[in-house]
C-alpha cells in the first residue's frame, strides 16, 4: 500500500512537471523555429550573396539556387547568380557543416562553417576569414588540398583537409548538376 | 542568516573548495563569455531548485526524495535550455551539452540533499544565490585566465597577440592547470589568516 501511495506521489511530480514543460515549450517553440531559419538564410547569404534561394532536390542531393532581384524595363525579375550548396565532412572531431557558394562560372563564392565541433584554438581556427578566404575563387580543376593550394592551420591538418575535402564535394555536386540540367536556362519569375 | 549567503562564495566555494561541479568547469572555461553564460544558467537552476525543494520538503516522502530533487532540477533545466536557446541563440551554441547536464552538476543534488531539504526556503534561496555566486567567480576567473593566456583575449577584446598565446591553454590540460594553482592559491591564503 505504501509503494503505491509513494508512485502516486512521484506521479503528480512528474505531471505538474510535464504540464510546466509543455507550457514553456509552446512559448518559446516558435522563436526557436525563427532563429535557426534565420541561422540556415544568412549562412547561405555569407556562402552567396544573392537576393532569394530556393531549395531544389536532385538525385537525393539538395542545393540552393539563389537569384539577384533586378530589373528589364518596368518589370521585376529574378536573376540566376549561383547555387549555395550545403556539404558535411568528417572533421577531428565530428561532422563539420558548411555550405559552398559556387557561381555560374563554377568558381567558389564563399565557404561558410554552419557547425563544427573541432578543437578550440586548433581546429576550431577553420571558422576564421583569412582561412576560409583561400577557397574563394577555386574550380574543379584546382587541387584544393592543405598541401597543394590551401594554407593549412597550424596543428590541424586533419580539419583544413576536412573543410578542403568540402569543399571539393560541393564542386563535384556542382558539375554533377550541370550534367542533369545542361541547358542552364536563367529563369525569370514575375514578382511575387 | 548572512552566513548561507556567503559561506559559499570563498569558505565553501563549490569548485575551489568543494571540488565539485568540476566538469562544466573543465568544458565551458575556454573563454570569459561561455564561463559566465554557464554561471547564469547554473544560478537559475540552483536558486530555483533550492526554493521549490525547500518548500516542499515537509511533504516530500523521504523514500523517494531524490527521484523527485532530479525530477524538479531536470525541469528548471530544461525550462533554461529551452530560454536559451529561443533567446540566445549564439550562447546556446556554445554552451552545447552542457546545458542540458546542468541536471547532473553535482553542486545543485548536492545543495538540495544537504541543505534545502533541511532548511526554511529563505535560507535555501540565501544558500543557493551564495553557491552560485562562488561557482560563477571561480568558473569566470578560470574563464578570464585561461582565454587571456590561451587566446590573448578577455570577454572577446584582443589584449595580447593571440600569436604568443599558448593554445594549451584553452585545451583541457590548460583548465587542470589553473584550477590547481587556484586551490594552492586558496589554500595558502587560507593558511596565513589562521
Do not use: H, W
Given at each position: 500500500?505504501?509503494?503505491?501511495?509513494?508512485?502516486?506521489?512521484?506521479?503528480?511530480?512528474?505531471?505538474?512537471?510535464?504540464g510546466l514543460l509543455a507550457g514553456?515549450?509552446?512559448?518559446?517553440?516558435?522563436?526557436?523555429?525563427?532563429?535557426?531559419?534565420?541561422?540556415?538564410?544568412?549562412?547561405?547569404?555569407?556562402?552567396?550573396?544573392?537576393?532569394?534561394?530556393e531549395k531544389i532536390e536532385i538525385n537525393g542531393e539538395i542545393f540552393y539556387k539563389g537569384f539577384d532581384k533586378?530589373?528589364?524595363?518596368?518589370?521585376?525579375?529574378?536573376?540566376?547568380?549561383?547555387?549555395?550548396?550545403p556539404v558535411s565532412s568528417r572533421g577531428y572531431s565530428g561532422a563539420i557543416q558548411m555550405v559552398v557558394g559556387i557561381?555560374?562560372?563554377?568558381?567558389?563564392?564563399?565557404?561558410?562553417?554552419?557547425?563544427?565541433?573541432?578543437?578550440?584554438?586548433?581546429?576550431?581556427?577553420?571558422?576564421?576569414?583569412?582561412?576560409?578566404?583561400?577557397?574563394?575563387?577555386?574550380?574543379?580543376?584546382?587541387?584544393?588540398?592543405?598541401?597543394?593550394?590551401?594554407?593549412?592551420?597550424?596543428?590541424?591538418?586533419?580539419?583544413?583537409?576536412?573543410?578542403?575535402?568540402?569543399?571539393?564535394?560541393?564542386?563535384?555536386?556542382?558539375?554533377?548538376?550541370?550534367?542533369?540540367?545542361?541547358?542552364?536556362?536563367?529563369?525569370?519569375?514575375?514578382?511575387? | 542568516m548572512f552566513k548561507y549567503l556567503s559561506s559559499g562564495i570563498i569558505k565553501e566555494n563549490p569548485v575551489l573548495r568543494l571540488m565539485i561541479g568540476l566538469c562544466p568547469v573543465l568544458?565551458?572555461?575556454t573563454s570569459a563569455i561561455n564561463a559566465l553564460g554557464m554561471s547564469i544558467a547554473v544560478a537559475f537552476v540552483l536558486v530555483a531548485s533550492n526554493a521549490v525543494i525547500a518548500m516542499l520538503r515537509k511533504i516530500v516522502p523521504d523514500e523517494i526524495r531524490i527521484p523527485i530533487f532530479i525530477i524538479i532540477i531536470s525541469t528548471f533545466v530544461t525550462i533554461s535550455d529551452y530560454v536559451m536557446h529561443a533567446y540566445y541563440p549564439a550562447l546556446y551554441v556554445a554552451l552545447g551539452v552542457f546545458v542540458?547536464?546542468?541536471?547532473?552538476?553535482?553542486i545543485i543534488l548536492g545543495r538540495a540533499e544537504a541543505f534545502a531539504y533541511k532548511n526554511p526556503v529563505f535560507s535555501s534561496i540565501l544558500d543557493g544565490i551564495g553557491m552560485s555566486l562562488g561557482f560563477a567567480l571561480a568558473l569566470v576567473t578560470i574563464g578570464v585566465i585561461r582565454e587571456l593566456l590561451g587566446a590573448g583575449s578577455v570577454f572577446g577584446i584582443q589584449l595580447?597577440?593571440?600569436?604568443?598565446?599558448?593554445?594549451?591553454?584553452?585545451?583541457?590540460?590548460?583548465?587542470?592547470?589553473?584550477?590547481?594553482?587556484?586551490?594552492?592559491?586558496?589554500?595558502?591564503?587560507?593558511n596565513k589568516v589562521q
Open positions: 500500500m505504501k509503494n503505491i501511495k509513494l508512485g502516486m506521489v512521484l506521479m503528480l511530480f512528474c505531471i505538474i512537471s510535464a514553456v515549450f509552446i512559448f518559446t517553440q516558435p522563436k526557436i523555429d525563427a532563429n535557426s531559419g534565420i541561422a540556415f538564410e544568412s549562412s547561405l547569404r555569407d556562402a552567396l550573396p544573392a537576393d532569394k534561394f533586378g530589373t528589364i524595363g518596368k518589370q521585376s525579375v529574378y536573376q540566376l547568380v549561383g547555387y549555395a550548396v557561381n555560374l562560372s563554377g568558381m567558389i563564392v564563399n565557404v561558410v562553417i554552419v557547425d563544427q565541433k573541432e578543437t578550440p584554438g586548433l581546429g576550431a581556427k577553420i571558422i576564421i576569414k583569412d582561412f576560409l578566404s583561400q577557397f574563394t575563387g577555386k574550380k574543379s580543376s584546382d587541387k584544393i588540398g592543405p598541401k597543394e593550394d590551401i594554407d593549412a592551420i597550424t596543428g590541424a591538418t586533419i580539419s583544413t583537409a576536412a573543410v578542403c575535402q568540402g569543399a571539393k564535394e560541393a564542386l563535384k555536386k556542382y558539375l554533377m548538376l550541370m550534367e542533369k540540367n545542361t541547358n542552364v536556362q536563367i529563369p525569370i519569375i514575375g514578382d511575387n | 568544458a565551458v572555461s542540458p547536464l546542468i541536471v547532473v552538476n553535482c595580447i597577440s593571440s600569436g604568443i598565446a599558448a593554445t594549451i591553454m584553452i585545451l583541457p590540460p590548460g583548465a587542470f592547470i589553473t584550477i590547481g594553482i587556484l586551490m594552492a592559491l586558496l589554500n595558502k591564503m587560507e
